[in-house]
């Protein structure tokens, strides 16, 4: 069964530095997608970054960049430069079968002036 | 553009009530998506329409009724809901599945459900 781990329920992060989200996953299948998506407290999912499990190099979004270490089956979710307008709930997510979403529970980052 | 649309944006109705969420894309999707968050959870999925067909019903209570009209539009009928399914609705569309980063699903900002 294909499911995703978050482990850090809650993470802060001084404004201008960069964080690092964990996300690891598990998976039998040679192709599948991995996601990341932020959430404010508004409550709409905003889609950030994905990263295919045959792409070789790591994807990048502005000041977003994901760390895939697929011998790890980790996909991590890099911040840099952090901002006010970054404090939200962020999810992992894998893509399953029939274009499912399965989502980890979620990292809440909070960013400090 | 990536916008997905959802109406309203909160609604209250009481365990009577009939009421309609109602979501719209422009992108050109084939495939759209009903999710049911409750607080401080991630989105469950409820159902999954691809080329307007209903292809995933993950055993959805039938007060839940989805309906898509065409290839722009989809709805979610309720009808004598029960407080617990007090949550934040998301509709979201993608392409088809198997198609690269174009499998990415797109949400629209979600209506906050109260049943009294």
């Known amino acids: 069964a294909q499911k995703i781990t978050q482990t850090q329920p809650g993470m802060f992060v001084q404004e201008k530095e960069a964080v690092t989200l964990d996300c690891t996953y598990d998976t039998s299948d040679q192709s599948y997608g991995l996601f990341w998506y932020k959430q404010p407290s508004s409550g709409e999912m905003i889609f950030l970054i994905y990263q295919g499990s045959y792409d070789e190099q790591n994807a990048t979004e502005g000041r977003y960049s994901l760390n895939f270490q697929k011998a790890r089956k980790s996909a991590n979710l890099v911040i840099s430069a952090s901002q006010l307008g970054d404090s939200a709930m962020y999810f992992c997510?894998?893509?399953?079968?029939?274009?499912?979403?399965?989502f980890g529970a979620g990292t809440r980052l909070a960013v400090h002036p | 553009d990536t916008e997905v649309t959802q109406t309203p944006k909160h609604l209250v109705m009481g365990m009577t009530n009939k009421k309609s969420l109602k979501c719209e894309q422009h992108?050109?999707?084939?495939?759209m998506y009903w999710y049911k968050q409750k607080a401080k959870k991630p989105p469950e999925l409820m159902f999954v329409?691809?080329?307007?067909?209903?292809?995933i019903n993950e055993s959805v209570p039938s007060r839940f009724s989805p309906e898509c009209p065409n290839s722009s539009l989809l709805n979610l009928h309720l009808h004598a809901l029960q407080p617990e399914d007090s949550a934040l609705y998301l509709c979201?569309?993608?392409?088809?599945?198997?198609?690269?980063?174009?499998?990415?699903?797109?949400f629209g900002p979600g209506t906050r459900l109260l049943v009294l």
């Open positions: 979201a569309s993608s392409w088809l599945p198997g198609q690269g980063n174009q499998e990415t699903q797109y």
């Open positions: 992108m050109g999707h084939r495939a």
């Open positions: 329409y691809s080329y307007e067909k209903l292809s």
């Open positions: 997510a894998m893509r399953g079968g029939y274009n499912k979403l399965i």
